[in-house]
């Protein structure tokens, strides 16, 4: 019998972080990652007189000192969670299981190098992000495929906000430090321009042309990160007994002046006491691993907010980091994509 020779190989990406908190490695990171068509989507000397005028110059250093406010002694959040997924995931796996980021290290070229020279030429490419937007899955899809070698063939995991495993894990998780007094959950998910949504529309006359469009059928709600928001929080609720009146949905990190999709977080949290919602738990579902946006945006000024408004207590959910529900339902997910793979090499043999 003669086997094919095939190896597959899995690659994990999520965003990126600094090289450190300083104000250098801050501004290094900040101008890759704006200078993303996707991220900051004007035409490049437009994108490139924006961030060097009018971020570069201020941003860095207030950014810097929000890093150090999370910085652990072992290094930046978001990469040791993304590193602990990445060892949980190669512990249960017989495929080699690497990690990228698409911003700062590790690189995307150097983890494809690196499984390339493994003996990996059917890649599985796993972009970090339950929905789908362009400014994460389009650029690393993007990002891959101008690296890649011809020999290598790959595939990416598609957004798997609805998918079963992935709905039962995030439920599990919050489920398992949601405090036994809570009067209201707010899901906060990172904020995106609409000017994106409304981009990213294939048929250029859905989203947000009315006010039940991610409620109405539309080939849309494929690349509509709205539209997956709100299934993402609807499963949630209802799979933790929570009806509509004890929950809401509101979009954090806004930058500059264009409109966002609304409400935002800062608002919704200053507006909560006076609803009479004192006892306020708080969830990222847009992020699979803590980082900046979760631990000090919400967790350090999204309490400040909350509390100074009237609220009494806030409790920060963390997100599914390398948590065992987390890494079985990944598990699961890829098995999905390689099992038909797996069944299509063992066929592939001759006497």
Same mark, same amino acid.
């Given at each position: 019998?003669?086997?094919?020779?095939?190896?597959?190989?899995?690659?994990?990406?999520?965003?990126?972080?600094?090289?450190? !908190?300083?104000?250098?490695?801050?501004?290094?990171?900040?101008?890759?990652?704006?200078?993303?068509?996707?991220?900051?989507?004007? !035409?490049?000397?437009?994108?490139?007189?924006?961030?060097?005028?009018?971020?570069?110059?201020?941003? !860095?250093?207030?950014?810097?000192?929000?890093?150090?406010?999370?910085?652990? #002694?072992?290094?930046?959040?978001?990469?040791?969670?993304?590193?602990?997924?990445?060892?949980?995931?190669?512990?249960?796996?017989?495929?080699?299981?690497?990690?990228?980021?698409?911003?700062?290290?590790?690189?995307?070229?150097?983890?494809?190098?690196?499984?390339?020279?493994?003996?990996?030429?059917?890649?599985?490419?796993?972009?970090?992000?339950?929905?789908?937007?362009?400014?994460?899955?389009?650029?690393?899809?993007?990002?891959?495929?101008?690296?890649?070698?011809?020999?290598?063939?790959?595939?990416?995991?598609?957004?798997?906000?609805?998918?079963?495993?992935?709905?039962?894990?995030?439920?599990?998780?919050?489920?398992?430090?949601?405090?036994?007094?809570?009067?209201?959950?707010?899901?906060?998910?990172?904020?995106?321009?609409?000017?994106?949504?409304?981009?990213?529309?294939?048929?250029?006359?859905?989203?947000?042309?009315?006010?039940?469009?991610?409620?109405?059928?539309?080939?849309?709600?494929?690349?509509?990160?709205?539209?997956?928001?709100?299934?993402?929080?609807?499963?949630?609720?209802? #799979?933790?007994?929570?009806?509509?009146?004890?929950?809401?949905?509101?979009?954090?990190?806004?930058?500059?002046?264009?409109?966002?999709?609304?409400?935002?977080?800062?608002?919704?949290?200053?507006?909560?006491?006076?609803?009479?919602?004192? @006892?306020?738990?708080?969830?990222? !579902?847009?992020?699979?691993?803590? @980082?900046?946006?979760?631990?000090?945006?919400?967790?350090?000024?999204?309490?400040?907010?909350?509390?100074?408004?009237?609220?009494?207590?806030?409790?920060?959910?963390?997100?599914? @980091?390398?948590?065992?529900?987390?890494?079985?339902?990944?598990?699961?997910?890829?098995?999905?994509?390689?099992?038909?793979?797996?069944?299509?090499?063992?066929?592939?043999?001759?006497?």
């Amino acid at each position: 019998m003669k086997k094919t020779g095939h190896s597959t190989g899995v690659l994990l990406i999520n965003l990126g972080t600094p090289a450190s !908190p300083s104000t250098a490695d801050v501004r290094s990171y900040l101008d890759e990652f704006l200078m993303d068509r996707h991220v900051l989507d004007v !035409p490049w000397p437009i994108r490139r007189l924006i961030v060097s005028a009018f971020i570069l110059p201020f941003r !860095p250093k207030a950014s810097a000192h929000a890093y150090a406010s999370i910085w652990t #002694d072992t290094g930046s959040p978001l990469l040791i969670h993304s590193q602990a997924l990445q060892a949980a995931m190669q512990q249960r796996s017989p495929r080699p299981v690497s990690l990228a980021m698409r911003y700062g290290e590790p690189s995307i070229q150097a983890a494809v190098a690196e499984l390339a020279e493994a003996g990996v030429d059917h890649l599985v490419v796993v972009p970090l992000y339950p929905q789908y937007a362009d400014s994460t899955v389009t650029t690393i899809v993007e990002a891959v495929n101008k690296i890649l070698p011809a020999a290598i063939r790959v595939e990416f995991l598609p957004p798997f906000y609805a998918h079963p495993a992935y709905r039962q894990a995030l439920a599990a998780s919050v489920k398992a430090h949601l405090p036994p007094e809570v009067d209201h959950l707010l899901m906060s998910y990172h904020g995106l321009p609409e000017r994106h949504l409304t981009k990213a529309d294939p048929t250029g006359a859905h989203c947000l042309q009315s006010e039940s469009c991610c409620e109405t059928a539309s080939p849309a709600h494929a690349t509509c990160y709205r539209h997956q928001v709100f299934v993402t929080s609807r499963n949630l609720a209802a #799979d933790l007994g929570i009806d509509a009146e004890h929950y809401s949905v509101s979009f954090q990190s806004r930058l500059g002046r264009l409109p966002w999709l609304t409400p935002y977080t800062d608002q919704v949290l200053a507006e909560l006491p006076g609803r009479g919602v004192k @006892n306020l738990a708080l969830v990222c !579902p847009a992020f699979v691993a803590d @980082n900046l946006e979760t631990l000090e945006e919400m967790g350090i000024q999204g309490r400040e907010t909350f509390l100074e408004a009237g609220g009494e207590h806030f409790h920060l959910i963390p997100c599914l @980091n390398d948590d065992v529900v987390w890494v079985d339902a990944l598990s699961d997910m890829l098995e999905g994509v390689l099992a038909p793979q797996t069944e299509t090499a063992s066929l592939e043999t001759s006497v």
